[in-house]
């Protein structure tokens, strides 16, 4: 029975995998474990290694083969968490139910159609757990290498690997294997630096030596958003991950993980207290990180209430009987599929895709695109070097720009821009690595070469410099606009220094309708596609051409 249910999950999640690029951080990774760059903090070279591996397989197009490759490592997570739950309550109708819990969560469900870094997490925590439980059978010193390796992929994991190192730590037994193995395990990022000088074409964060190193795989450029919120804040997050995991879990489920950590410390003590532990510094770390897309950082809470939610309803004596089990069982797998099933629904999810070759495929020759907006960037690097389209395209990120490595890699790619702007870059260049290391002492100094660079960068494409903005009230970009026009160009803003207004025709506009309910993220597009169409409606009345006007309105209806 487990293994034909095992088969129905497969093929219900299977069938929202996307097929495409996607938002956030899909086009930067798909483009990064293709050509081994360096990915964003904290690197993650073991997900890099697996994925290039992986895309050595001979089939589909590598945006694809990055979902699916996110897919069966989620799917792998959803298998040991069965035997998992299994072990611990020695009930397989139970352990059913909360493999469905989890299966078809909207946490789990979001990461696994897609290509990101938190399926492998997901797997990590769930192994980590599992090894735990049968740290008796299991060479401790295997556990060591398995803590280290883990730690490689995503600094999410301390929640967990923090309490059993110590644990094993505590226990004195064989301390130097322990810790070697555990730092061998480590060692994996090691392979950053080694990368990092054979200068790859996106070097995130240059860890080119030891200091930068532990820059990148510390985070450091993301602690601006992490333990500096204020404490109502705190408390608001905290509240809003206490609310979000009790819905995860159906209400009833939750209420029975508290029963549940009270009955595992009587019966497991040693488990119980590490998953305590594992909860308490994952909710500590989340709470404390201010991102939009927070939500996969409530795993480590998520996981280990699910464990002990599963040993509270083994302990009711009213849900025993079989019948009972069987019903919250069937229950439960209906209440998800029906509420989640179109939330997480990417079969034919092409938003980020089209968005960005609409955009793309619309500019003249040669132009230049200022953006702050990652789900525009990031896809737009699958686009570049994955389609080999557009490669004409001067494509900057406004924030990126922030960074050294960032600079290099525009050096790399448009070396006639960069060359035309050279005195402007080399002067920011200075004031940037002075900020990097700490000795910046001219905060207007660096502030000023910041906007002259942007300024340089739009004058040196006169007429052919364009915004896919977000926020176009930043004052970074008032600063670069004085005495600029913004005009609308198809879904651009082309900056220039009148307000002569040129049409593209918007019969070559795209939009496949996603099938799946649309979450804030994903309406952010179809709210600019209003907007930027609007705003050509706006110039095209000017003009009179009412004929043009007629054509546009008709795809407003699409949204």
Do not use: C
């Not at 490669?391 to 790399?412: C, V």
């Amino acid at each position: 029975m487990i293994y034909l249910y095992f088969f129905i999950i497969f093929l219900i999640l299977f069938s929202t995998l996307s097929p495409t690029v996607g938002l956030i951080d899909s086009g930067e990774i798909i483009f990064s474990i293709h050509y081994l760059n360096i990915l964003h903090p904290t690197g993650y070279p073991l997900f890099t290694l697996l994925g290039k591996v992986f895309f050595l397989l001979p089939f589909s197009e590598p945006a694809f083969k990055g979902n699916l490759f996110s897919f069966l490592v989620g799917f792998g997570a959803i298998i040991l968490l069965y035997f998992l739950i299994k072990e611990i309550t020695k009930d397989k109708i139970v352990s059913l139910i909360y493999l469905t819990l989890f299966s078809f969560s909207n946490l789990f469900w979001s990461i696994v159609n897609e290509i990101e870094v938190y399926s492998l997490t997901a797997f990590f925590l769930i192994l980590l757990i599992y090894l735990f439980l049968k740290r008796e059978k299991n060479n401790f010193l295997f556990i060591a290498y398995i803590l280290g390796i883990a730690l490689t992929h995503h600094l999410m994991l301390l929640s967990i690997i923090l309490p059993i190192f110590f644990y094993f730590i505590l226990k004195r037994k064989k301390l130097l294997p322990f810790i070697f193995l555990f730092l061998l395990g480590i060692s994996l990022y090691f392979y950053l630096l080694i990368r990092a000088n054979s200068e790859p074409l996106f070097n995130w964060g240059n860890p080119k030596d030891i200091l930068r190193l532990f820059w990148h795989i510390s985070g450091r450029q993301y602690r601006v958003w992490s333990f500096s919120l204020p404490f109502n804040e705190v408390i608001k997050n905290f509240l809003s991950e206490i609310s979000f995991l009790i819905k995860e879990m159906l209400y009833l489920y939750f209420f029975l993980a508290i029963l549940g950590i009270y009955l595992l410390l009587k019966k497991n003590l040693e488990l119980a207290i590490i998953l305590i532990l594992t909860i308490s510094i994952g909710i500590l770390n989340s709470i404390n990180y201010s991102i939009p897309d927070i939500q996969p950082y409530y795993l480590p809470a998520f996981i280990p209430l699910i464990i002990f939610s599963s040993y509270g309803f083994l302990n009711i004596k009213i849900f025993s009987k079989k019948i009972i089990k069987l019903a919250f069982f069937f229950i439960t797998f209906l209440i998800l599929l029906i509420f989640n099933y179109q939330k997480n629904n990417k079969r034919d999810f092409y938003l980020a895709y089209d968005f960005v070759y609409n955009i793309l495929k619309s500019l003249p020759e040669n132009s230049l695109i200022l953006t702050d907006w990652w789900d525009f960037y990031s896809p737009s690097l699958y686009f570049r070097y994955l389609k080999n389209f557009r490669k004409d395209l001067i494509i900057i990120d406004k924030e990126l720009l922030r960074r050294t490595f960032y600079l290099d890699y525009l050096r790399k790619v448009y070396p006639d821009l960069t060359n035309r702007v050279k005195k402007e870059l080399e002067e920011y260049e200075k004031y940037l690595y002075q900020f990097e290391y700490n000795r910046l002492k001219d905060n207007f100094g660096i502030q000023r070469a910041y906007i002259n660079l942007l300024y340089s960068f739009i004058e040196n494409k006169k007429e052919r410099a364009y915004l896919i903005y977000l926020n176009l009230n930043d004052y970074d970009l008032k600063s670069v606009l004085l005495n600029k026009k913004l005009v609308p160009y198809f879904l651009a803003l082309q900056i220039k220094d009148t307000l002569e207004y040129e049409y593209y025709e918007f019969k070559n506009f795209r939009y496949r309708k996603p099938n799946k309910i649309l979450d804030e993220r994903e309406n952010l597009i179809l709210d600019y596609y209003i907007k930027m169409i609007n705003a050509n409606i706006y110039f095209l009345e000017k003009i009179g051409e009412k004929e043009k006007i007629k054509e546009i309105r008709e795809i407003l209806k699409k949204f």
